[in-house]
């Protein structure tokens, strides 16, 4: 059977990181990543390709809400097929996922006999989980879900900061392994973890109220200042922003979690333009709005 590597965690705590770190560290193995991106502009896809020669992408949902999963499924019942024999498969959830439900997809599939799932990994930001782990149950289903909990960005948060989100971790979880990381490198076997036992869960709805996404800025020239003082000050509404724009000062990579922004050059770019946003669900027309006004062409 092929063992199956469940990545979660909420928008922006490095769970694409962690897929290309594994990909580089990995390459005696022969491993299939599948990519599952909430919104229809798969940026993280194209990420992890840079890294990984056998990459699968489901965007456009969460791959355990009912308007994504059979896409999810057929893609996990072609792996075989397509690529032989493999020494596992490694998958991304969106960061809204909840993982509860694997094992029931699992069974209720069949695919429980092609596949074993050998790990759930949840990773956290301490800059964002404590503030969104009581309005946002996912969260607390991410990290109940997991046999390994890495508290990622260590280098970014003094002691107090990781003490307490390690603390609210062990209060959902004290039975999975609990590391810190920066950059998501993990250094051990994500196929040889301990089962910690994991709650069971239920499809999702495909339309989570809390949540929202758009995309824009795809043939756009964006303003970077006006772009990174509107994506600091919307703060906790914008559970993420992230994506390749064209800017008077060249091409930028961005990304911006939860009022934390960062804007990297990138030359020679062949790929798709635009930012894929997601955004608190009562919040879409105010954010939508004001990272529109940073659309150059729509300014003049």
């Known amino acids: 059977m092929i063992p199956l590597v469940l990545a979660t965690g909420f928008l922006g705590s490095g769970k694409t990181t962690f ?18 991106e909430f919104s229809a502009l798969d940026v993280d896809g194209d990420l992890v390709a840079e890294v990984a020669k056998d990459v699968l992408r489901v965007p456009g949902g969460s791959i ?14 072609a792996v075989p097929e397509r690529f032989g024999e493999i020494d596992g498969l490694v998958v991304e959830a969106s960061g809204i996922a909840d993982p509860g439900v694997v094992g029931k997809m699992l069974a209720d599939t069949g695919l429980d006999g092609i596949y074993r799932l050998a790990a759930v990994v949840s990773l956290v930001d301490p800059g964002t989980f404590p503030k969104l782990l009581k309005t946002l149950p996912n969260i607390q289903s991410q990290i109940r879900a997991a046999d390994l909990v890495l508290v990622n960005k260590q280098d970014l948060f003094g002691e107090a900061e990781l003490a307490a989100t390690e603390a609210l971790v062990r209060e959902l979880n004290p039975r999975a392994e609990l590391q810190r990381t920066a950059y998501a490198a993990f250094a051990g076997d994500v196929f040889a973890l301990r089962q910690s036992g994991r709650p069971a869960g239920d499809y999702a709805a495909c339309r989570d109220p809390n949540y929202a996404r758009f995309e824009l800025g795809a043939a756009e020239e964006f303003d970077l200042g006006g772009l990174r003082r509107t994506a600091t000050n919307l703060g906790n509404l914008l559970f993420r922003l992230k994506g390749v724009v064209r800017t008077g000062q060249g091409d930028h990579r961005i990304e911006a979690v939860s009022g934390r922004f960062s804007a990297r050059p990138v030359t020679g770019y062949a790929g798709s333009y635009g930012l894929a946003a997601i955004c608190a669900g009562s919040a879409r027309m105010m954010v939508e709005r004001k990272l529109h006004e940073c659309e150059m062409a729509r300014r003049s």
């Open 19 to 36: 897929l290309r770190a594994l990909a580089q560290r990995e390459q005696a193995r022969r491993l299939v990543f599948l990519v599952n």
């Open 64 to 77: 355990f809400c009912r308007c994504v999963i059979h896409d999810f499924i057929s893609q996990m019942q």
